[in-house]
Nanobody, 115 residues
């Protein structure tokens, strides 16, 4: 499975961005997809995930109510709509796809929120 992210950039606090992740290859094997992020000096953390079979979503407490993860059925990918962005959302955002026992990762896209 290959993953390509897009949509990152620089935005002022309170603004919005939409990240996209396009999946290719053996996408039929994907059980779930997610967005992770890693801020400078911090560990990677789960931002949001979505199950491909049941559509269930999960969010980190810090983004609940501001971010929305959704699936793009035509491109076998996912989106992350980020609203009310805060400086603490600044991080490299990574797309993840889980296929039974294997995790696949994209190269990441930078999101920078200025105060």
């Amino acid at each position: 499975v290959q993953l390509v992210e897009s949509g990152g950039g620089l935005v002022q606090a309170g603004g919005s961005l939409r990240l996209s992740c396009a999946a290719s290859g053996s996408t039929v094997l994907i059980n779930s997809m997610a967005w992770y992020r890693r801020a400078p000096g911090k560990q990677r953390e789960l931002v949001a995930s979505i199950g491909f079979n049941d559509g269930n979503t999960n969010y980190a407490h810090s983004v609940k109510g501001r971010f929305t993860i959704s699936r793009d059925n035509t491109k076998n990918g996912i989106y992350l709509q980020m609203n009310s962005l805060k400086p603490e959302d600044t991080a490299e955002y990574y797309c993840n796809a889980y296929t039974r026992s294997v995790n696949f990762w994209g190269q990441g896209t930078q999101v920078t929120v200025s105060s």
